[in-house]
Every structure is written in structure tokens, then in C-alpha cells.
């Protein structure tokens, strides 16, 4: 239970700690601890708790304030400025404000400035302890949620070029409005939403003021791509492909390429699959099941590890597989899908496949013995035909690696055009090596082929030419 009753406080300080203590215990704390540098932490909190806090300071700053904090204050004001006032998902300058509300405190303190009444204090407590629609849920447990995969990438432009890619292979390319338009990954609103909350929180990772991280904005429309996409994806259905993905992987990329922060290190990001349709709200994060950056039969293998470990496994004889997760109804259907859409994406064999056939009928056997389970039984209750499941999980793995690795047509027959291309100056050379090494009998084979020549093509007299 909250505690409402009125703050009391006796300098600047104080309040600066108790908003800062009730914003940690309600939104929780994000923290950047560079290589050999000392951890920097400070309130996850939301653009709506920025501005009520900075109501409780604003009036005092301009009064009492010295004109350097006075001027830091309006770069501060003019980024949340461009912020919703209601918005609920993590403020871009959370780690500025903090910093200068510490620094203003000080100098407030110093400076004698009477404090702000108690309402403008409580009125900015009461909106920490509101629970947003946005804010952390209670975890459940792994049958709710798959994690699909985790990045870590020593660059933005690492970060935002590995999520195009990862993307595409996963969604596959959105539309183009002309031939000329670099094609976007066809992202879901929920995927969407989660990348704009992801990326808005690197800004504020960076930067010890306002003025970086409102200069960045600026220079790469972020903000507003964002704000302008938000308004419609959390609104539209969450699976369904957002309308806005060539504007919103543009600005994306013009933030992570052409910032100044683009060779800085982002946080690592964690990509969720939630079980249900819902719209586009936070997913809960539970057990982390890896879907590594590696070829399908590895990431087959490296999946069953896992579930192996999280649900526990048993050992099979005479089959395929040796052993086999515990896996739950929940979880075989949510792999069904998963690799149903990559062996969409690079199609069922490569032209000069002939033994695809087999390793098909099994999958699609056991992709409707998945959809056969009635949808009233339990989804943590342990699939009964796990053995069957997976042998075809990793066969088709196996199957889908083949066919992205097997050439087309077009590119065997590109390889031959390349591999004469390359061996022509080769053989020319040889040709008139042979020649320069052996220039007597080159010139009898030449003399001899001119004579032959020459035979063959002369003209021919007729018979009442010859005669006298």
C-alpha cells in the first residue's frame, strides 16, 4: 500500500532524494556502468512522472538559480517539451533530469530558495505511485512468454543493422511504394512498439546533458517518427503489420549511422514472442530460450538444449533423437509456428533437391498433430507426442539450412560466367606462351594453314577460259 500522507521536507535536497527514492521503488532504475568507469544509475521514469517533477523545481530554478543552471534548465524543458505530457513509456532525457535535478538541488539549497508548497510535492509522489497500463508486470512463468533471441553488438549501427537483419528473416520485406525505396522488414506493431521503447532508452544512456540527447533528436526526426507511428500501432492490432515500418526502419537508421553516438556500445537487446495476440503492451520477460544467429540445424539443437534444461528431458531409443524436452502443449505450438514461418521464408527445397520429400511429410504430420490438440487443454501440461515432434523439428532444421545454403539457377549459372571470365587472361596467356616458345613450328602450322586457305578460296577459271 502507497503512503499518502503529506512530504515534509527541510531543504531542496531532501525533496530531490525522496522523489528520486519513490521513483526508483515504483519504475525501477536503469544503469550504464562502461568499461572501467564507474556504474551511472538513475529513475526509469515515464515522459508523465518528468513532468510533474518538474513542476516541483521549475519555479524555483528561474527565481534563484544561477544563469548557467537557468540556461541548462531550458535545454532540459525544451526536450521534455517535445514529449507527450501523458505519455506512460520511459522518458528519452531520464538520465539528464536526474543529473540536473541533483545539481539544481544543490544550488537551490545554496542559494536559500524557499521550498515549493507541499500539493506541487505530493501532487508529483501520487503520480509516481500511479501504475501505468505500460508499467512492469509480475513475471510468469516460461509457458506465458519465448524469448526468442538476445543481441549484444558493440555499435548502434551493429545493433540496428543486426535487427534489419534479423527481421527480414523473421517477418520477411514490407511492401515498397516504388521500385526505387530500400525495402523495410515487414515488423508488427508489437515489434514496432518494443524497438521505439528500446532505442528512445539508448538516447538517454548517452550524454551529460539535455543538449546531446535533444541535438540527436533533432538531427534524426526521431522523436517525431516516433510519436507519429506510436499513435497508431498502439492502437492498431499487435500482430498485424505496422503501416508505418519504411518510415519508422529509416529514421532508425539515420539515428544509428549518422549520430555522433553511432560507435557507442547500446545495451543488449532481448527479443520477445508473446503466446497471445494481444496489442501492442510491454511483454513479460521469463526464462530466456536462445535462438542463436547460427544455421537452422544448430539453432534446432541448441533449442531443444534449453528446453531440455528449463522442462527437464527423457531418453529415447531406436529413433531419430536420443532425447527429447519435456516440452509443453504451449511450447510445441509455438515452435510449430516459429519454424513453419522459416521454412516459408526460404521456401521447401532448392531446384536440384530430390530427397526433401520425406523430411517434408514428416513435418507437416507433426505440425497437425500439434494442431489437433483441442484448445481447451491445458498449454503446461506435457505434449504427448514430444519424440515425434521433435525428430521433425530437427529434420526440418536440417532441411531449411540446406535450402538457404543451396544455390539457384541463376547463381550456378553466374559462377560460370565468373569462372570463365576469370580463367580467359589465363588461357590467352598460355596461347601465346605456346607460340613465343616454339615460333618455328607456330609459323609452319601458320604458313600452312594460309596455303590451305588460300587453296580452298582462290577462283576458279572455267573451261572456255583456259582454252587458247
Known sequence: MSDSRPFASQS?????????AKAEASRG???????GSPGTAWPHTTSRDAFAIALVFDAAIDEHASGAMVARWIVE?????????????????NRSLWETLAAAAVELDRAHAPLPASSVIDDAMRELETVHPTAPRERRNASGTMLVTVFA?????AMALRQIEFFRALRGNGPRANPFELPAPATTNTDVVAL????????????ASASDTHHRLVYSCWREVVHRVLRDAKTAPGRAPCAHNPEFWTSLLLLTTQSDACDAAPMPWAFHDASSHRNAAPVDTGPTL????AQADDAARMQRDEYSRLRGEDTVTGRLVSRVPRTTVYDVRQLAERWSELLAKVGEHGFADVSYRHVLDRWHNAVAQVAAVPQDVDPNSVYTHNTDFWEAVITIAIQIATTAEAPTRWELAKQAVQKVAQELPQRLK??????????????GIGAS??????LLTRPRRSNTESQP
Open 449 to 454: 594453314s594460309a596455303v590451305f586457305l588460300y
Open 430 to 443: 598460355s596461347f601465346w606462351d605456346d607460340i613465343l616458345s616454339h615460333p618455328l613450328l607456330s609459323f
Open 153 to 157: 553488438e558493440p555499435t548502434w549501427r
Open 196 to 207: 521505439a521503447v528500446y532505442w528512445s532508452d539508448q538516447l538517454a544512456h548517452l550524454g
Open 77 to 93: 524543458s525544451d526536450l521534455l517539451a517535445g514529449e507527450p505530457d501523458d505519455g506512460t513509456e520511459p522518458y528519452v532525457g
Open 290 to 293: 536462445v535462438f542463436p544467429p
Open 29 to 35: 532504475t536503469v544503469t550504464v556502468a562502461p568499461q
Open 12 to 20: 531542496w535536497a531532501e525533496v530531490y532524494q525522496a522523489l528520486r
